[in-house]
């Protein structure tokens, strides 16, 4: 009898634990997640990206990029959109991000529009990922089902930005290290990269690359060195994309094919290793590139996120509750 009872209590705890554990661990839900809760949430969301992406292309890149920038941190908690505090340094002056990172203002409108409709209730982390989608899509890109329910860090780690997060002047096994220790596989890491299709980046990202290398289409080098000589300008920008810089189509491809990617992780993608394949059937068939896309953002929109009891919902993305 008294073993029966030990039993019993054993079972208690087990099944205890397990429900303790399951508040922290639940898997993300499909895009009804705020249907009863917050019903207008994703529709307010993508109006204020319609408007900014129409206000300025280039900000559609620019959002699609701070949800990249902070899934690949510790997870997608929305800790990239967090200022400096006493108590610790934020991801923003992480080298990756320093004087390039944008659009926290088109987060900070979004945000006050959802917290009015229903306070409390929606995440940065959401936000982040929805925006992600709207922003590609205005752009000309397929949208995905983005799975929603994660909540925010309260916390930021401005190392971790610094470790995590890949180098324009990685090499093609770097590049994919880099993915692999995220979960990714190189299919998956070229499908991503393609990112690139819009966006800028700043001279002194890929100025080694114009006056070093030589696996440069050597007209498309001359015209970058105008706006990004071999000293100074360091902020100037140029496309990443220098086909077709706002348009969410398969001509980064094309431009790695005829040398022209702008930054030297770019041009890995295609320098004679095994993703030159890929990059190739990208080039000729721009469906098979939004469909990888979509489902490669799919599974980083499921890194490490915030579920349950964890964490919190932030009234303002940039501070902590």
Not at 29 to 40: I, L
Not at 196 to 205: E, F, L, N, S, Y
Not at 226 to 236: L, R, T
Not at 274 to 295: E, H, I, L
């Amino acid at each position: 009898m008294a073993s029966w009872t030990a039993l019993k209590i054993c079972f208690l705890l087990f099944v205890c634990v397990i429900m303790s554990g399951s508040a922290s661990t639940q898997q993300l839900s499909g895009q009804d997640y705020y249907a009863r809760r917050c019903p207008k949430a994703l529709e307010t969301i993508t109006a204020v990206v319609k408007s900014a992406v129409a206000s300025e292309a280039r900000m559609g890149a620019s959002l699609l990029r701070l949800h990249f920038h902070d899934c690949f941190v510790n997870g997608c908690d929305a800790s990239v959109l967090l200022d400096d505090t006493a108590n610790f340094t934020g991801e923003k002056t992480a080298f990756p991000n320093a004087n390039s990172l944008r659009g926290f203002d088109v987060i900070d409108t979004i945000k006050s529009k959802v917290e009015k409709l229903c306070p409390g209730i929606v995440s940065c982390a959401d936000i982040l990922a929805v925006v992600a989608r709207d922003s590609v899509v205005e752009l000309g890109g397929w949208g995905w089902q983005v799975q929603l329910g994660r909540r925010d860090s309260t916390t930021a780690s401005l190392s971790a930005a610094n470790t995590n997060l890949p180098a324009p002047t990685l090499n093609l096994s770097g590049l994919i290290t880099s993915f692999s220790n995220k979960g990714f596989t190189a299919q998956e890491m070229v499908a991503l990269s393609g990112s690139h299709t819009i966006g800028q980046a700043r001279c002194v990202t890929f100025r080694a690359r114009l006056y070093n290398e030589n696996d440069i289409s050597s007209s498309f080098a001359t015209s970058l060195k105008v706006s990004c000589p071999s000293s100074g300008g360091n902020n100037n920008l140029s496309s990443l994309d220098v086909t077709s810089p706002t348009s969410f189509d398969n001509a980064y491809f094309s431009n790695l094919v005829n040398q022209k990617g702008l930054l030297h992780s770019d041009q890995q993608l295609f320098s004679g290793g095994s993703t030159n394949a890929q990059v190739t059937a990208y080039s000729k068939n721009v469906g098979w590139f939004r469909n990888d896309f979509a489902k490669a953002m799919v599974k980083m929109g499921g890194l490490s996120p915030l579920t349950g009891s964890s964490g919190q919902i932030r009234t303002n993305c940039r501070r902590i509750n």
